[in-house]
Structure formats: structure tokens, C-alpha cells
């Protein structure tokens, strides 16, 4: 079974900081992969950041990065110079095997003015 | 523009009544999705399709169904049979499941309220 924690229902941040938000999963299958997905108030999903379980670098993207701590099943996700449009749902999921994909319930981000 | 489109955006279903969610995609993708999000829940696969004329069910399949007659089109009905249908409907497509990442891209989404 496959499962994904995110521990923070709700943070927030002040423009131009620096957060982390936390993800935990689990799985059985050695060969997986880890997604970060935000959604903003116009509920639209997208696709911010993705890591293969094979890979030990860390994967980024511009101002968003994760530190996958692979033995510790750890994925999160550090979000540089917060900008306001950085508010939004952010979602952690795992695909493990040829299962489909898991989401965790989310983490709320507010960047605050 | 290549994307995922859904409609309505909003669809307001009295009880006892069935309602079909449209989904398309012009990405060219094999796999389709439908995911149900619900207020401090992540979202939770209702049907999943890999390829046309084939479906499976997700987690949460009963009182759904869904056809996959077309490469392009993943429609979902929600049947009177759903206990608790307000919600938030998302489809999603991917390549196919013997891609490397897989990863999912989304459609906007459409609202369904049961009066």
C-alpha cells in the first residue's frame, strides 16, 4: 500500500522568504516517482516539480526545489523568494510502480504581503 | 492549444438525477483520469482509462460510471446512485503508463452541487 503524509495543513509565509513545506510516503516498490503539484485559488492543477527515486540530485525548478531524503522517505519541497502568486494548495504525490498516482490532503500556503 | 478541457465549469444536479461530466484532451495521450476532490482531502481516483474502450475502476468508483469510446474524450456520469455527489471533479490525462515519469496534467475542473 502506498501512502503520503503531509504533516502542515496550513503555513504562510512573508514575500521574498523562504519556506519548506513536508512530505512523507510510503511504499514497497523500489522504483518510484514523487511529484509536487499546486493548486491556486482558480483550482486549476499544476505541475511544479517532479523526482525519479533512482535519481539522488535533487530536482529544481527555478525557484522551487526539493531535498529527497530517500532512506528517510522524505520529499520536501523549499520554495525561494516567495511571490504572491506563490499562494495557493500545494499537493505531494507518489507513483509507485505501474500504480496509479497517490496524493497527500495538501498543504495551504498564504505568501503575505 | 494543446490541453485538457472540461465542462461545465459549474453544474448544479437535483437528487435523483444522473449528469454527465465532459472531458477532452488534444494531447494525444493514451491515459485519462477522473479524481474527486473534497474540502481537507487530497484528490481520490474515481475511474482511470488506459487505453480506448478499456476502464478501470479507482478508489472510490460506486455510483459512477464512465465510457472511453474515443481517444479524446473520458466522460463521467454520476449516477443517482452517488450517496454524497457535491464535489469538485478533476480529469486528468498522461501519456501512458509505460512512460517514464507518467506525470498527470490537469483539466480546470468542474464544481457539481446537488440541490
Known amino acids: 500500500a502506498q501512502t503520503v503524509t503531509q504533516s502542515q495543513p496550513e503555513m504562510s509565509v512573508q514575500e521574498a522568504e523562504t519556506v519548506t513545506l513536508s512530505c512523507t510516503y510510503d511504499t514497497s516498490e523500489n522504483n518510484y516517482y514523487l511529484f509536487w503539484y499546486k493548486q491556486p485559488p482558480s483550482r486549476q492543477m499544476i505541475l511544479v516539480i517532479r523526482?525519479?527515486?533512482?535519481?539522488?540530485q535533487n530536482a529544481t525548478e527555478n525557484r522551487f526545489s526539493v531535498n529527497f531524503q530517500k532512506a528517510a522517505k522524505s520529499f520536501s519541497l523549499k520554495i525561494s523568494d516567495s511571490q504572491l502568486g506563490d499562494t495557493a494548495m500545494y499537493f505531494c504525490?507518489?507513483?509507485?510502480?505501474?500504480?496509479?498516482?497517490?496524493f497527500g490532503t495538501g498543504t495551504r500556503l498564504t505568501v503575505i504581503p | 492549444d494543446g490541453g485538457i478541457t472540461q465542462s461545465p465549469k459549474y453544474l448544479f444536479r437535483k437528487e435523483g438525477q444522473n449528469v454527465t461530466l465532459s472531458c477532452e484532451q488534444n494531447l494525444n495521450h493514451d491515459a485519462m483520469y477522473w479524481y474527486r476532490q473534497d474540502p481537507g482531502q487530497g484528490l481520490r481516483l474515481i475511474y482511470y482509462?488506459?487505453?480506448?474502450?478499456?476502464?478501470q475502476k479507482g478508489d472510490i468508483a460506486e455510483g459512477y460510471s464512465v465510457s472511453r469510446e474515443k481517444k479524446e474524450s473520458f466522460p463521467l456520469t454520476v449516477t443517482s446512485a452517488q450517496k454524497n455527489p457535491t464535489a469538485f471533479y478533476l480529469c486528468?490525462?498522461?501519456?501512458?503508463?509505460?512512460?517514464?515519469?507518467?506525470?498527470?496534467?490537469f483539466g480546470p475542473g468542474t464544481r457539481l452541487t446537488v440541490l
Open positions: 482509462s488506459q487505453i480506448v474502450n478499456d476502464f
Open positions: 486528468a490525462s498522461s501519456i501512458n503508463l509505460g512512460a517514464r515519469y507518467n506525470e498527470q496534467f
Open positions: 504525490a507518489l507513483r509507485a510502480g505501474a500504480n496509479n498516482l497517490f
Open positions: 523526482q525519479e527515486a533512482y535519481k539522488q
